[in-house]
């Protein structure tokens, strides 16, 4: 099969590879119909992510038919229209039983795919524990629907959520890029009474504006005055950081009232400073890390019932065998690209 590999640092390449086969009983294979990019897969190819094993395929967001399963998966069978969670996890641990399922203690556990086992930007992929890493898609659901609930919308949800956002609330969404987008959609399912959106790209704060038209939007120029004009209590209630720029996160807990909490959603390239003595007295609460991505029904739910539409995210759609180009395409963010969907 065609699987998009992991060769060096700097090196992507599209090799042929053995199809995958069930190793577990707790194993499904995949037959991949969809894929996309995620910036993740770029901090891989530049060095960011040293867990990442050279070898392995990438791509962690993906959609696509059961081929086969082992004698242990319950959940789905051959012939099930399903996404793939961007974490493994085997539901029977401390970290688990609580919802914390990126730091699942599984070998496996925690982001695997397309990381440190092969994932998804290929013909098939072997999913481990599959009753919890694989959610049936509804029926009336398209692949392009669905395609990022296994990960940046799941990640928006999980933002959103801990981020403790109560009606009424002023919201600060740093980033307008696609995971900052799905975290905005599910930010607008709390009922806060204003969302403002801050981007450097007036490309994509123009997206915003048509697609949110009740959203507020600013540059970085001016933010903290734009959020207090706008604000109830001297900034904003809730923060999240999606940009993952140092400024970015500076902006994060300028921009938030006393006593606020400030999600911090991005990954960096590099450590943050917290200037302690600069924000002592603002007691604000910091919540970091990567996504506890358990709740893929929840959001397929509410793609099914019209609440969340991540469609006009995909910009672009490339064929496998155009991968390099659809790479080039969203690292250097031409061409209005948001995401890029592919074909497999």
């Known amino acids: 099969m065609l699987a998009y590999t992991y060769v060096k640092h700097g090196t992507f390449e599209l090799l042929e590879k053995p199809k995958p086969v069930l190793l577990d009983e707790h194993d499904a294979i995949v037959k991949v119909t969809l894929a996309s990019i995620c910036t993740s897969d770029l901090h891989i190819k530049h ?6 094993v050279p070898g392995i395929t990438v791509g962690h967001e993906m959609v696509g038919v059961v081929e086969s399963v082992g004698s242990a998966v319950s959940s789905v069978k051959p012939g099930d229209r399903v996404t793939v969670n961007v974490e493994t996890f085997c ?5 688990c039983q609580n919802g914390w399922v990126n730091n699942c203690t599984d070998p496996d556990g925690g982001w695997a795919l397309g990381c440190r086992i092969d994932g998804g930007q290929a013909e098939y992929v072997r999913v481990p524990h599959a009753d919890q890493g694989l959610n049936k ?3 009336g659901v398209t692949d392009r629907q ?6 940046i919308l799941a990640t928006g949800y999980w933002a959103a959520q801990i981020a403790e956002i109560r009606p009424g609330d002023t919201v600060l969404i740093l980033g307008a890029g696609p995971t900052g987008l799905c975290t905005l959609e599910c930010a607008r399912l709390l009922d806060p009474g204003c969302i403002i959106v801050c ?19 600013c540059g970085a120029e001016g933010l903290s005055e734009f959020v207090r004009a706008h604000s ?3 900034g904003a209630d809730a923060v999240l950081e999606v940009a993952g720029s140092a400024a970015s996160f500076r902006a994060a807990w300028e921009c938030a009232r006393p006593n606020a909490v400030v999600t911090v959603v991005a990954l960096y390239d590099g450590p943050q400073t917290l200037p302690l003595p600069e924000m002592y007295g603002k007691n604000l609460t910091f919540k970091t890390g990567g996504v506890d991505g358990c709740r893929c029904k ?8 019209g609440k969340i539409d991540t469609t006009p995210l995909i910009t672009h759609t490339f064929p ?3 991968i390099d180009k659809a790479y080039e395409l969203f690292e250097s963010r031409r061409d209005g690209v948001m995401k890029v969907a592919v074909e497999c």
């Open 199 to 217: 981007d450097t790209d007036a490309e994509r704060l123009d997206f915003v504006r048509r697609r949110f038209p009740g959203v507020l939007t």
């Open 137 to 139: 898609i509804p029926d």
């Open 91 to 95: 539901g029977e641990c401390f970290f």
């Open 320 to 322: 496998l065998r155009g």
């Open 47 to 52: 060095g960011s992510v040293p867990r990442a």
């Open 146 to 151: 669905a395609l990022f609930v296994g990960d």
């Open 298 to 305: 929840e959001t397929l739910d509410l793609i099914a019932a």
């Open 232 to 234: 109830r209590h001297g």
